[in-house]
C-alpha cells in the first residue's frame, strides 16, 4: 500500500466583513505526527475590480493574485508556504488545498489556478509535484463509496443539439472526434495503468433525465459532460443540453445538481468541459455548478472556468485518465495534466473541487499480485482443503447496494435526529427505527429496500421474463418469498452472463467450510449449480429465558463438512430466516456476547466443526472495510477460536480504508498493517487491492496448478 509520502498545506478563506477576510493556514508533515499551524486568523482583501481588469492576461492575473494572497515578502503566509516547500522537498510532493469556507463563495470567482511561487514568480501549480485543489470541508461529508473493483467505468455524454449554430450561433460539437479523443486518451493511460478503464457513451438525446437514467442502470466511476455552459442574467449558470428531438434545451445547474443528489450511488468524479465556441462571456458557468455538485455529494468535480480550446482539453483529458488509471489520486493526477498543457495560453482554465482529504477516489491497484508474497501459502492451503474463506458486503455492494445508503434512506425517511456521522450505519439508524417502530419495522424495511433496489436496478432483465413468476417478481407484494425469489433470479443472472461472478469462483474452490458474513444465498445457488451439496447453519445468537434458539435447517445427524457437501456458516443471520438477522446495535452486542461470554455458549453458537476450522486452517476475508461493524465483531467474536494454533495463513482482502468514510486513510492503512500483524492477531497478511481481482488470481492460479480444472 502506497505511503503517505507528501506534506499538505491547507489554506482557509472566511468571510469576515464587506471588504476583507479572514486567513489561516495549517500545515501537515508525514515525518510528523502532529499538525502545525502556521498563520493564525490574519485579514486579507482582495481588489476585485483590478483583477476583473486582468482577466485577459493569465500572467497578470497570477500576480496581481498572489501579491494580494500572499502580500509581499515578510507576511505570515509567505513564510508558511516556503517553510512548506522545505519540507515539501524532502517527499515525494506537496499537497496544497484551498479551503473556501461556505461564507465566502464569491471567491470561487477567482483563478487560483494562475497563482505563482510569491519566492521566484513561477508559476506554481504546473509544477506534478504540487497537487491543488479547491477544498469543501463539511462536518457531516461521508461519501459511501462504491465496492472497488479494480475497474474503472466511465459514462461520456456529448450535447451537441441540432440548433446548436442556428438558433445560440455555436458552433456544432463534433461529437465524433470528442469521443474519439478520450478514446485514444484511455488507451494510452492502459499502457501503464493497472486498472482497467471501461468508456461507455450515451446514446440518448443528453438530457437530464437521460444522463441520471443511465447513471441508475450502470454505475459510471466518472461521469464526463461536454456541452456549452452559459450565465443567464440572474447569475444562474446554465447548461445548453438536449431534448428527446435534439433541439436545445438550456437547464439550471441545479437541475442537475438534484439528480445526482438524490442518486443512492454518485459518480466519484464528475467533469464538465466546454468548448472555445461558447465565447468568454458564458466561461463561467461550468464552474459556477462544481461547488453545488461537490456540496451534493460528489467527491471530486473538474470543471473549466474559461473557454478551453479542443487541443487543450484533449490533452489535459488524456493526462488526467492515465494518471487516475495509474493511482487513483485526483489533486496528483490535475497537477500532472495541468502540467502537460502548460504551453498552452489557457493551462490554466481547469478546475478541481474536492472533498476528500487524500484526494483518492479508488485504491491504487497497482500490480498487487507483485507486491503480495503469500500466494503459495493459499494455493497450498486450498490445496490441502483447509482454507475457510469469509464473504463480507464488498462482494455483494454492486448488486444489493451498501447498508450505508439504506441507512441514509432511513435516517431521512425517519427523522434520524442522532449524530449525522451515524446517518449513513446501518447499526445506529436500524436502533432507532426499532425503538421508534419496532424490531418487525426493520425487517419489513430492509426486505422492501431491498425489493424495490433489484427491481430498479435489473429492471431490463426483469421485463423480458413473460410468465407469472416474471409479473410477481416486476409488480408482486413485498414479502419473504419475493425478495428470496429476485436475489435468485439475480444470482442466476450474474453467473450466466459474468464467467467471473466472484460467488461462482469461489464455488469451484474445494473449500469444505464457507463463512458468510452477508445475509444472502448467492453462494448456496453457486455451489447448487457447481454440483455441489451444500448444508446451511445460522450462527445461534438469540436466546430467550437463557434458551438459544435456533433458526434455519438442521444439519443431517453425522454431517461432516467436505468438498462435495460444503457447510456455510451465516454469521449474522439469512435474509431467508428474517428472525436470524443481526442488524442494530442491541444485536451486535447480543451477538458479541452470545459467541464470547463462555465454552458452554460457544459451542452452542458456532458449530464444533467451524470453531475447528477456523483454529487451525487459513482464512481470506474478502471484502471488508475496518470500520464496518460487521468486521470488527467478525475479528473479535469468531475469528479468535480458543485454542488456535494458527497454522494455515490467514489474508484479508479490500481492507483498504476508504476515503470519506476514513479521515485519514493513508494513516488508517499503516495502523492496519501493523496491526494484522500483531501476533495476537493471529497474523493476519493484508492484500491491498480489490476482492474481485484476489479472486480472479486466485483461480487462476488454482487452475495453473491442477488444483482446480479450467473452466468449462
Same mark, same amino acid.
Given at each position: ?14 468571510? /469576515?466583513? &464587506?471588504? =476583507? +477576510?479572514? $486567513? ?15 498563520? %493564525?486568523? &490574519? ?39 516556503? /517553510?512548506?516547500? &522545505? ?20 471567491? /470561487? ?46 459514462? *461520456? ?61 450502470? +454505475? ?7 456541452? /456549452? ?8 449558470? #446554465? $447548461? ?73 482539453? %484533449? ?35 481547469? *478546475?478541481?473541487?474536492?472533498?476528500? #482529504? ?55 425517511? +425517519? ?26 419495522? @426493520? *425487517? ?160 452452542? =453458537? ?45 489474508? %484479508? ?13 493513508? #494513516? ?17 497478511? @493484508? ?13 487462476? #492460479? ?11
Amino acid at each position: 500500500m502506497p505511503k503517505n509520502e507528501y506534506c499538505e498545506l491547507e489554506l482557509r478563506l472566511a468571510w /469576515h466583513d &464587506v471588504s =476583507s +477576510y479572514l $486567513l489561516d493556514a495549517r500545515f501537515m508533515n508525514p515525518s510528523s505526527d502532529t499538525e502545525n499551524e502556521l498563520v %493564525a486568523p &490574519v485579514r486579507i482583501t482582495f481588489d476585485m475590480a483590478q483583477l476583473r481588469d486582468a482577466v485577459l492576461d493569465a500572467g497578470r492575473y497570477g500576480t496581481l493574485l498572489t501579491h494580494m494572497l500572499f502580500s509581499g515578502a515578510g507576511s505570515p503566509l509567505r513564510e508558511a508556504y516556503l /517553510h512548506a516547500r &522545505v519540507a515539501a522537498a524532502r517527499q515525494h510532493g506537496l499537497r496544497v488545498r484551498l479551503n473556501i469556507q461556505s461564507s465566502a463563495p464569491e471567491l /470561487h470567482a477567482l483563478r487560483w489556478e494562475t497563482l505563482q511561487d510569491p519566492d521566484d514568480n513561477s508559476r506554481l501549480l504546473v509544477q506534478e509535484n504540487v497537487w491543488f485543489s479547491r477544498f469543501l470541508s463539511a462536518r457531516d461529508f461521508r461519501w459511501q463509496p462504491r465496492a472497488d473493483s479494480g475497474e474503472i467505468s466511465t459514462l *461520456v455524454v456529448v450535447s451537441n443539439p441540432d440548433d446548436l449554430n442556428t438558433r445560440w450561433n455555436f458552433a456544432a460539437i463534433d461529437s465524433a472526434a470528442e469521443l474519439a479523443r478520450v478514446t485514444t486518451a484511455v488507451k494510452q493511460g492502459e499502457e501503464r495503468a493497472a486498472t482497467t478503464i471501461q468508456m461507455r457513451t450515451l446514446d440518448k438525446p443528453a438530457s437530464v433525465f437521460n444522463i441520471a437514467t443511465a447513471l441508475k442502470q450502470k +454505475y459510471a466511476d466518472v461521469l464526463y459532460i461536454i456541452c /456549452h455552459g452559459a450565465i443567464t442574467s440572474d447569475g444562474k449558470p #446554465r $447548461l445548453l443540453l438536449e431534448k428527446e428531438d435534439k433541439t436545445s434545451h438550456f437547464i439550471e445547474g441545479k437541475e442537475l445538481v438534484e439528480r445526482i443528489r438524490d442518486m443512492d450511488e454518485r459518480p466519484r468524479l464528475i467533469v464538465l468541459a466546454s468548448c472555445a465556441s461558447a465565447g468568454d462571456e458564458h466561461a463561467g458557468a461550468l464552474t459556477a455548478i462544481g461547488p453545488s455538485l461537490a456540496a451534493a455529494g460528489v467527491p471530486a468535480v473538474i470543471a473549466m472556468q474559461g473557454a478551453i480550446t479542443q487541443r487543450t482539453s %484533449a490533452m489535459f483529458i488524456s493526462a488526467l485518465f492515465e494518471e487516475l488509471a495509474c493511482h487513483g489520486q485526483i489533486d496528483r493526477a490535475v497537477a500532472a495534466a495541468r502540467s502537460q498543457v502548460r504551453a498552452e495560453s489557457d493551462w490554466w482554465m481547469p *478546475v478541481l473541487f474536492m472533498r476528500l #482529504r487524500s484526494g483518492r477516489l479508488w485504491p491504487a491497484f497497482a500490480q498487487p499480485d507483485a507486491q503480495f508474497d503469500k500466494w503459495k501459502s493459499i494455493i497450498t492451503d486450498v490445496a490441502k482443503e483447509e482454507c475457510v474463506p469469509i464473504l463480507g458486503p464488498g462482494l455483494v455492494e454492486s448488486t444489493l447496494g451498501s447498508m450505508g445508503n439504506i441507512a441514509k434512506k432511513w435516517a431521512q425517511l +425517519y427523522e434520524f435526529p442522532l449524530a449525522p456521522q451515524h446517518r449513513d450505519r446501518i447499526e445506529h439508524v436500524a436502533q432507532y427505527l426499532k425503538c421508534r417502530q419496532s424490531p418487525n419495522v @426493520v *425487517v419489513a424495511e430492509l426486505q422492501s429496500y431491498l425489493i424495490s433496489h433489484i427491481r430498479e436496478r435489473y429492471k431490463e432483465q426483469l421485463a423480458i421474463l413473460d410468465d407469472d413468476v416474471g409479473e410477481r417478481l416486476r409488480n408482486g407484494k413485498d414479502s419473504d418469498q419475493t425478495l428470496n425469489e429476485l436475489m435468485a433470479f439475480v444470482g442466476r443472472y450474474q453467473r450466466q452472463h459474468h464467467k467471473d461472478d466472484m460467488h461462482r469462483l469461489l464455488a469451484r474452490l474445494p473449500v469444505p467450510i464457507y463463512i458468510n458474513a452477508n445475509r444472502d444465498n448467492f453462494l448456496r445457488d453457486a455451489l447448487i449449480e457447481a454440483g455441489k451439496q451444500p448444508q446451511i447453519a445460522l450462527c445461534t445468537w438469540v436466546t430467550s429465558n437463557n434458551t438459544p434458539q435456533f433458526y434455519g435447517p438442521s444439519l443431517p445427524k453425522n454431517y461432516k463438512p467436505s468438498v462435495a457437501e460444503p457447510l456455510i456458516f451465516y454469521v449474522y443471520g439469512s435474509l431467508e430466516y428474517t428472525s436470524s438477522l443481526v442488524i442494530t446495535e442491541d444485536d451486535y452486542f447480543d451477538f458479541l456476547m452470545a459467541v464470547t461470554r463462555n465454552e458452554r455458549s460457544q459451542l452452542a =453458537s458456532i458449530p464444533g466443526a467451524v470453531s475447528s476450522a477456523l483454529a487451525s486452517h487459513g482464512a481470506l476475508l474478502l471484502g471488508f472495510q475496518p470500520d464496518d461493524w460487521d468486521f470488527r465483531v467478525l475479528l473479535k467474536g469468531i475469528l479468535m477460536q480458543p485454542g488456535s494454533s494458527l497454522n494455515g495463513t490467514r489474508v %484479508a482482502v479490500q481492507v483498504s480504508p476508504r476515503e470519506g468514510l476514513i479521515i485519514d486513510p493513508d #494513516r488508517a492503512s499503516d495502523y492496519l498493517a501493523k496491526y494484522f500483524i500483531d501476533p495476537h492477531q493471529g497474523k493476519i497478511h @493484508v492484500f491491498w487491492g480489490s476482492a474481485q481481482a484476489f479472486i480472479q488470481s486466485l483461480t487462476e #492460479r488454482c487452475i495453473e496448478q491442477g488444483v482446480i480444472p479450467p473452466d468449462a
